[in-house]
Structure formats: structure tokens, C-alpha cells
């Protein structure tokens, strides 16, 4: 499938996208509605999100994926529009690098709450759904930094590392129902969460294209073709997964655990 052009495959399909108003999420959002999905996109960017909804003729609803009933209301509010839900991608989160000493609780804590809760949440109140309808794929964005260490990123490891855990746990659970869950690992992505983490210096930028053995940052819809293969169903037999993304980064070894060399 070129850019641009329907598959089919997910046409129909009812999907939730969080964090769906910028980057990874807003690419993935995008390619399910040209691949013909109905998207509800929660994200705490109401305006932002609330533009991305009105482009591709989808939904918005304010959502904050670190609170709990935030998430069971966007699971029901799809349920309640569309009466089902096909596809969930929990893909809402932030990174921010320090040093782990220099880690305050609060950069910790809400590393934890957005980028591990928010997933779990997710996986709670989309899984009740999809077990009970007896279908459904899920999509949980993890990272690179979810299956390595990285120097600066402790809490975010922390938090990743959890992902790709829950997704094989939710994996197990729901698969006597027939619901899959797995999960994305990027490498370094052209979003704007890169550029506050790591900077958007042409000398920042040359870093993270050259971090990369296919010598560019990955793009949010790099990811997206990923995330369409998972949730489709020319991965029915893919489950408790993680699809490493990365331009062949962590099969570079000898990197001391930077994402980025100095
Ligand atoms: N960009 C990368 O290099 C990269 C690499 C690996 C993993 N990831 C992961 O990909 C996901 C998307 O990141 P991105 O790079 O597209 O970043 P981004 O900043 O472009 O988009 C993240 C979106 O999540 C939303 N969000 C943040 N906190 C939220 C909250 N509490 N509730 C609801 N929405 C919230 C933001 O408003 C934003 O729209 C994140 O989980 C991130 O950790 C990104």
C-alpha cells in the first residue's frame, strides 16, 4: 500500500487514538481514516486534537490518559457513538531526560502516571470491551527505551519497560477472547516531543539521524504503518508482540546506552 492510497483493511473499524493531536498519534489517526476507520482521538491538547478530529471527519474528547475515569469515559464515548470498539492505540505520552539522581519526584511520578498508567487504563477499559465482543486489537506505543536502558531516560525506561510487560500480560488474558495486544517500539521519531527532549539544533538533529544504521530519525508515519499492520488483520496471528521501529538502531551495538552518540 503507497501513501495516499486505501487498503481496506480497517475500513469500517471503530478506533480510539490517544495523544492523537500531535505526532506519532496524529500520523496514525490520519492513515486510519484514509484507511477508511472511524477515529475517536483523546488528548489533552483540546485544540490541537480538536483540529485533527474535524480533518479526518473524527471525534475529539478531552482526555487526560493519567486519570482513570478520563479513559473509561473516551472507551464509552466511542461505544456509546459508534456502538463498538474495533482498535485501541494507547499512544499518549512525554519524555523528558535527566540525570536519574537529578530526578524530581514529580518528573518521575508523572513519567509514570502518563506513559504507564495511561496505557493500563487503556488496556482495563478497551479490554472489558473487547472481551466481551469477543474482537478487537490493541496497539500500546512503547519505546526503544522499553526494551534497553538509555542514559537520561531512567523514569521513561521505568515507564516503557512496564509497557512492553503489560502488553504481554494483556496479550495472555485476553487471547482466549481473541483479542490481540502488542505493542510499537520507536526509535528516535521527528515529533515535537524529540525536539523538546533532545533538542532541534541542525547539530542536534544530524545527531539523530546519525544515531540511526539507516542514517535518518525515524517519522510519526513510519510508525503509523506499523501500528496499521498490528491492528489489522494481517497480523491476526500476532500477539504479545513488540515491533521494534528504529532504522536499525538496536541492532547497533556498543552504544554505552546513549540514544544519541556524543
Ligand atoms: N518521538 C519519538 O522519538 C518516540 C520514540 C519512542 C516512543 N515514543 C512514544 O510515542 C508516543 C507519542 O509521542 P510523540 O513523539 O508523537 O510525541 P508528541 O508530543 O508529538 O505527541 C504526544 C501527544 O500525547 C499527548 N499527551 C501527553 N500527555 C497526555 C496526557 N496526560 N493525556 C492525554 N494526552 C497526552 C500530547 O498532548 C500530544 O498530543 C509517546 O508514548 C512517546 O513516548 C516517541
Same mark, same amino acid.
Given at each position: 500500500?503507497?501513501?495516499?492510497?486505501?487498503?481496506?483493511?480497517?475500513?469500517?473499524?471503530?478506533?480510539?487514538?490517544?495523544?492523537?493531536?500531535?505526532?506519532?498519534?496524529?500520523?496514525?489517526?490520519?492513515?486510519?481514516?484514509?484507511?477508511?476507520?472511524?477515529?475517536?482521538?483523546?488528548?489533552?491538547?483540546?485544540?490541537?486534537?480538536?483540529?485533527?478530529?474535524?480533518?479526518?471527519?473524527?471525534?475529539?474528547?478531552?482526555?487526560?490518559?493519567?486519570?482513570?475515569?478520563?479513559?473509561?469515559?473516551?472507551?464509552?464515548?466511542?461505544?456509546?457513538?459508534?456502538?463498538?470498539?474495533?482498535?485501541?492505540?494507547?499512544?499518549?505520552?512525554?519524555?523528558?531526560?535527566?540525570?536519574?539522581?537529578?530526578?524530581?519526584?514529580?518528573?518521575?511520578?508523572?513519567?509514570?502516571?502518563?506513559?504507564?498508567?495511561?496505557?493500563?487504563?487503556?488496556?482495563?477499559?478497551?479490554?472489558? #470491551?473487547? $472481551?466481551?465482543?469477543?474482537?478487537?486489537?490493541?496497539?500500546? @506505543?512503547?519505546? !526503544? *527505551?522499553?526494551?534497553? =536502558? /538509555?542514559?537520561?531516560?531512567?523514569?521513561?525506561?521505568?515507564?516503557?519497560?512496564?509497557?512492553?510487560?503489560?502488553?504481554?500480560?494483556?496479550?495472555?488474558?485476553?487471547?482466549?477472547?481473541? #483479542?490481540? $495486544?502488542?505493542?510499537?517500539?520507536?526509535?528516535?521519531?521527528? @515529533?515535537?516531543? !524529540? *525536539?523538546?527532549?533532545? =533538542? /532541534?539544533?541542525?547539530?542536534?538533529?544530524?545527531?539523530?539521524?546519525?544515531?540511526?544504521?539507516?542514517?535518518?530519525?525515524?517519522?510519526?508515519?513510519?510508525?503509523?504503518?506499523?501500528?496499521?499492520?498490528?491492528?489489522?488483520?494481517?497480523?491476526?496471528?500476532?500477539?504479545?508482540?513488540?515491533? !521494534?521501529?528504529?532504522?536499525?538502531?538496536?541492532?547497533?551495538?556498543?552504544?554505552?546506552?546513549?540514544?544519541?552518540?556524543?
Amino acid at each position: 500500500m503507497a501513501d495516499g492510497r486505501i487498503s481496506g483493511k480497517i475500513s469500517g473499524r471503530i478506533a480510539i487514538v490517544t495523544g492523537g493531536a500531535s505526532g506519532i498519534g496524529k500520523a496514525t489517526a490520519e492513515l486510519f481514516a484514509r484507511e477508511g476507520a472511524k477515529v475517536v482521538i483523546g488528548d489533552l491538547a483540546s485544540s490541537e486534537g480538536e483540529k485533527v478530529a474535524k480533518e479526518i471527519g473524527g471525534t475529539f474528547v478531552a482526555t487526560d490518559v493519567r486519570e482513570a475515569k478520563a479513559v473509561e469515559k473516551l472507551v464509552k464515548t466511542a461505544c456509546d457513538k459508534h456502538g463498538a470498539l474495533d482498535i485501541m492505540f494507547n499512544n499518549a505520552g512525554f519524555g523528558v531526560t535527566a540525570p536519574l539522581v537529578e530526578t524530581s519526584d514529580q518528573l518521575y511520578l508523572d513519567t509514570i502516571k502518563v506513559d504507564l498508567d495511561g496505557v493500563f487504563w487503556g488496556l482495563r477499559y478497551a479490554g472489558r #470491551v473487547m $472481551v466481551s465482543q469477543k474482537r478487537g486489537a490493541i496497539v500500546n @506505543t512503547a519505546s !526503544v *527505551a522499553g526494551i534497553r =536502558g /538509555s542514559v537520561g531516560l531512567s523514569a521513561y525506561n521505568a515507564a516503557k519497560h512496564g509497557v512492553v510487560g503489560l502488553t504481554k500480560a494483556a496479550a495472555l488474558e485476553f487471547a482466549p477472547a481473541g #483479542v490481540r $495486544v502488542n505493542c510499537v517500539c520507536p526509535g528516535v521519531i521527528d @515529533t515535537p516531543l !524529540v *525536539a523538546r527532549a533532545f =533538542g /532541534s539544533s541542525e547539530e542536534a538533529r544530524e545527531r539523530m539521524h546519525r544515531a540511526h544504521p539507516l542514517g535518518r530519525m525515524g517519522l510519526p508515519i513510519d510508525i503509523a504503518k506499523g501500528v496499521l499492520f498490528l491492528a489489522s488483520d494481517d497480523a491476526s496471528f500476532v500477539t504479545g508482540h513488540e515491533l !521494534v521501529i528504529d532504522g536499525g538502531m538496536c541492532a547497533a551495538p556498543g552504544t554505552g546506552g546513549r540514544v544519541l552518540d556524543d
